[in-house]
């Protein structure tokens, strides 16, 4: 299983950025997928997480300004983030689920490599 996330960048507060993420070699479309990000001094904290049958939950702090989604047949999953803070700057992860189907999301052993969103104020 490789995940090869994307898109990141450096954005003025306020702005939006758009991740991507590519799976290749697994059965993307029943798994649950995660996005993850981890600040410098800080611990790895979930941001926002689909089912495979495309619910979605996300931490408070980024509720209404990210949203999750996913294209099966494309193996893809997207985290768009709008209004960006300061405070959003971190390194972001996606992460290939352990669980499948319409079982709430848990994290599994897959990660991709990270990619560096950072916000100036």
């Known amino acids: 299983v490789q995940l090869q996330a994307s898109g990141g960048g450096l954005v003025q507060a306020g702005g939006s950025l758009r991740l991507s993420c590519l799976a290749s070699g697994t059965i993307f479309s029943i798994y649950g997928m995660g996005w993850y990000r981890q600040a410098p001094g800080k611990q790895r904290e979930l941001v926002a997480a689909?089912?495979?049958?495309?619910?979605?939950n996300y931490a408070d702090s980024v509720k209404g300004r990210f949203t999750i989604s996913r294209d099966n047949a494309k193996n893809m999953v997207y985290l768009q983030m709008n209004s960006l803070k300061p405070e959003d700057t971190a390194v972001y992860y996606c992460?290939?689920?352990?669980?499948?189907?319409?079982?709430?999301?848990?994290?599994?052993?897959?990660w991709g490599q990270g990619t560096q969103v950072t916000v100036s104020s």
């Open positions: 992460n290939r689920g352990r669980t499948q189907y319409s079982a709430p999301y848990s994290p599994g052993d897959y």
């Open positions: 689909i089912t495979s049958d495309f619910r979605t």
